[in-house]
């Protein structure tokens, strides 16, 4: 009998640790990619009780023929349920990437939702967390964003998981070829007209040639080390959050100015979250804003947030309208 490949084991490895504690069926997200290709066939071993999803973004020709070949391969790898799911991209806020995004992870929670499943599996691995830590430097994005994708995500009652975070791109092909797999390879991801696209073959590059090949560890690991302080700094904003709040709703000024700066802001953030403004929208300097009712206060006016909600300062409290 032939040796394992060692890409192969270390998949089948992730995914076994990631479903500890899973209980119910699964469904792989798979694109037909290598990530989400080697992912899907590591589940199919590893797993009795998974099925499979691909999304159909129609945005490229041929998107169909592809969907149902990776349904096809997918039922003969013995998952099941096994579903194309049709998306509408068009006419949704945000940029292209945005978009599709939102559209495919609405697809994927429909589906574990139809289909009673426990958990969703997705293929991102090392680098992709790389990517995504130099794309939220380059926002100037806080710790939340320097934290990156998490290993889990819970959502509607669905555990979002992401398996292969500790594996390289380059592994999951390896793993392919040596299970006999042909992943397609996606345009879009060569395509300089997309950030992630110049950050994997412009920006990582020249910074593994510069620094070494353990900088795409180095980043990913710097996300794992700030979502641990990020999770823990919002358990003491939740606390922080409900000792502020007074029985009419407002949020006690003196209360948040004793608070660091680090936790009165996440407090501020979170609050506004509650009073309806959309996560995507609210940004560094709404939250500044509202910070600035609170430490730097001359009777200045209310402040706006996303969904036109405004917050004013009354004495020693916050106000705002109850959410719509």
């Not at 302080?229 to 009419?248: G, K």
């Not at 100015?257 to 501020?268: F, G, I, K, S, W």
Request: aromatic share 2%; glycine share 10%; charged share 20%.
């Amino acid at each position: 009998m032939a040796a394992l490949a060692p890409p192969v084991a270390a998949i089948r490895v992730a995914v076994r640790q990631a479903l500890r504690g899973v209980r119910g069926h699964v469904l792989v997200a798979c694109s037909g990619g290598a990530d989400s290709l080697a992912l899907a066939a590591a589940t199919a071993f590893v797993a009795p009780r998974a099925g499979l999803v691909t999304v159909d973004h129609g945005l490229q020709p041929g998107s169909a023929e592809r969907a149902a070949a990776v349904a096809s391969w997918a039922r003969d790898a013995g998952l099941a349920p096994v579903e194309v799911a049709t998306v509408e991209v068009s006419g949704r806020p945000g940029g292209p990437e945005a978009a599709a995004r939102e559209a495919r992870y609405e697809a994927l929670l429909d589906a574990a939702a139809r289909h009673g499943a426990a958990a969703v599996l997705l293929g991102h691995t090392r680098d992709d967390q790389a990517e995504t830590v130099l794309l939220a430097l380059a926002r100037g994005a806080g710790p939340r964003g320097l934290a990156g994708m998490p290993a889990r995500r819970d959502a509607g009652g669905v555990a979002l998981l992401r398996p292969l975070l500790d594996v390289s791109r380059e592994d999951t092909r390896k793993a392919c070829a040596a299970l006999g797999l042909s992943p397609w390879e996606d345009p879009h991801n060569a395509d300089p007209s997309f950030a992630r696209s110049r950050v994997r073959h412009g920006a990582l590059p020249a910074l593994v040639a510069a620094l070494g090949p353990g900088v795409v560890g180095n980043l990913a690991r710097t996300a794992t080390l700030l979502a641990d302080d990020t999770a823990a700094l919002d358990s003491l904003a939740t606390a922080a959050l409900a000792s502020a709040r007074a029985p009419d709703g407002s949020l006690s000024v003196p209360a948040l100015a004793e608070l660091p700066r680090a936790l009165r802001t996440r407090v501020l953030h979170a609050w506004a979250r509650e009073l309806g403004a959309r996560p995507a929208a609210l940004s560094h300097r709404h939250v500044a804003a509202l910070d600035a009712l609170v430490t730097a206060w001359r009777g200045q006016g209310p402040t706006h947030l996303p969904g036109g909600i405004e917050v004013s300062r009354s004495g020693d409290h916050l106000l705002a309208p109850p959410p719509s």
